[in-house]
């Protein structure tokens, strides 16, 4: 039996989003331990040309309500970029989970042969909606997630593997 586009895409997000929302506590945690602002980790690089921690989770955020939209042919809900606390981006997170969760899955599946256009700086790029899923969106959608987990790691938060990877029991 095959995978469906939903269960390869919905499911995924969903873990991988609610664990980085469970970095966030941790982080909190963190920065309350070490008596120092949580907003710290908000301007948090790992090199000066990367892009900074809240950037990485609003990329994050994104790439699964855009990739959730497209393939389903509607616009995708509007977030502002303002958020300016942990708080604020893990509201980002839940609305970006809220939001993957309602579309159902006979909505997204049979779109692999779909023709999906990506806007870029650089002109649109049109690609089916298999491989939009798993070449394009997955790997962005993963470098960002790993990018915010290596940021608070860097910055001395308490995480390891079974905090990226989650609960293996759980459904997602």
Request: with cysteine; aromatic share 8%.
């Amino acid at each position: 039996m095959s995978i469906s586009m939903h269960s390869a895409s919905v499911p995924v997000f969903v873990r991988m989003l609610g664990n980085m929302s469970a970095w966030l506590d941790k982080a909190e945690a963190h920065a309350k331990e070490k008596k120092f602002e949580p907003a710290v980790y908000l301007g948090a690089r790992l090199a000066p040309d990367m892009l900074p921690f809240t950037k990485q989770i609003q990329i994050a955020c994104d790439a699964a309500k855009f990739c959730v939209a497209r393939l389903t042919g509607v616009d995708s809900p509007k977030f502002e970029d303002n958020e300016a606390s942990l708080a604020e981006l893990r509201e980002r997170i839940r609305k970006t989970i809220d939001y993957v969760r309602s579309v159902p899955a006979d909505a997204i599946d049979g779109s692999d042969a779909k023709d999906i256009v990506v806007p870029r700086r650089d002109g649109s790029i049109t690609m089916k909606g298999e491989i939009y899923l798993k070449q394009f969106v997955l790997p962005n959608f993963f470098f960002h997630v790993t990018t915010v987990y290596a940021l608070l790691r860097h910055n001395g938060v308490d995480l390891g593997k079974s905090d990226y990877l989650g609960s293996l029991t759980a459904a997602s």
